[in-house]
């Protein structure tokens, strides 16, 4: 995710502040205007301070330098930031073809997730696809250390009653 220079130079002093090892912005809500924003979410890795310490100081630094009062989300592991992320852009749409999707386990040193597809996702030709190019990109666009997602659960063969007849050169339905 392309974060503003301002909004990084917080988040640089929110991760010095916190001794934490990562301190990055993981979603802005801009609540569809281009004056306000709603909410922040940042994710943090091995801080020294706790989570609601850098709650605190993440929205009492974005106050100070933005001049209104900003809601700040703050997630310390990896499955939480995916299922935000599953929550915001992901399970609607999924949902309103039939789908279900499950992040089911995260390798972080590794970049990897693992989701199982059910539902209309399960035998559906388009899964790859909303895999690949709808899940996985939205993920690395938003998460820095993902780096691959993959179904626990192989796409199924869809039957649409096509069958071969190849001796007579046909084409049966």
Known sequence: MEVPARLQALTD????ECKADLFYVVDIDDQGTDDAIGTIAFGIRNSQAPVLFARQRAGETLKEVIGQPIGVEVFSEPLEE????????????IASH??????????????????HMDGGCSGCPASIATL??????TL????PWV???EAVNEAEEPDFGIK????SGLLKL
């Open 140 to 143: 690395k666009k938003h998460l």
């Open 147 to 149: 780096r691959k997602v």
């Open 164 to 167: 071969l007849d190849l001796s």
């Open 13 to 16: 002093t929110v991760r010095e």
């Open 82 to 93: 995916v299922e935000y992320i599953f929550d915001r852009y992901l399970r609607a749409y």
């Open 98 to 115: 039939g789908g279900i999707v499950t992040p089911t386990r995260v390798n972080e040193a590794e970049g990897q997730l693992w989701v």
């Open 132 to 137: 690949k190019h709808g899940i996985e990109r």
